[in-house]
């Protein structure tokens, strides 16, 4: 399945999604908090069903990414591309944070037009550091 089927199941995330979510952020983002719903949206499979989530914190015209995942049965499906194409969609500027060490995700980011601005030595508590990425819209 392509983005191009994914795009239309895009939405906010809504009271009967919280279980699902929690479950995904926990099981994908260790030690993360928990999202909140009023700042997620969702993927959405043909029976309904969330496959993935983005969080987001507006300030002004920009957004601020603070998780996106994907159900494991459904990466390189084009799940997150179109999450944060969705994204894109509604922000002047967008910013984010990446583990250095997650080379798919920088690709995915990277082939969105994402650019490297910055780095934060050590910053996940195993030692990773993560990669800022910031990208204006086109």
């Given at each position: 399945?392509?983005?191009?089927?994914?795009?239309?199941?895009?939405?906010?995330?809504?009271?009967?999604?919280?279980?699902?979510?929690?479950?995904?952020?926990?099981?994908?983002?260790?030690?993360?908090?928990?999202?909140?719903?009023?700042?997620?949206?969702v993927?959405?499979?043909?029976?309904?069903?969330?496959?993935?989530?983005?969080?987001?914190?507006?300030?002004?015209?920009?957004?601020?990414?603070?998780g996106?995942?994907?159900?494991?049965?459904?990466r390189?499906?084009?799940?997150?591309t179109?999450?944060?194409?969705?994204?894109?969609?509604?922000?002047?500027?967008?910013?984010?944070?990446?583990?250095?060490?997650?080379?798919?995700a920088?690709?995915?980011?990277?082939?969105?037009?994402?650019?490297?601005?910055?780095?934060?030595?050590?910053?996940?508590?195993?030692?990773d550091?993560?990669?800022?990425?910031?990208?204006?819209?086109?």
């Amino acid at each position: 399945m392509t983005d191009a089927h994914i795009a239309g199941a895009i939405g906010r995330a809504r009271f009967e999604d919280a279980l699902r979510v929690r479950e995904l952020a926990r099981a994908i983002l260790p030690g993360a908090g928990e999202p909140r719903l009023s700042e997620t949206w969702v993927a959405r499979d043909a029976e309904g069903r969330v496959i993935g989530w983005l969080e987001e914190r507006r300030v002004a015209s920009e957004l601020y990414v603070l998780g996106v995942g994907v159900d494991p049965a459904w990466r390189r499906c084009g799940v997150a591309t179109a999450l944060v194409r969705e994204c894109l969609a509604r922000a002047s500027l967008v910013h984010l944070e990446v583990r250095a060490s997650n080379a798919a995700a920088r690709r995915l980011y990277a082939g969105l037009g994402f650019d490297e601005v910055g780095l934060r030595a050590r910053y996940y508590s195993d030692g990773d550091d993560a990669v800022l990425l910031t990208r204006a819209a086109a």
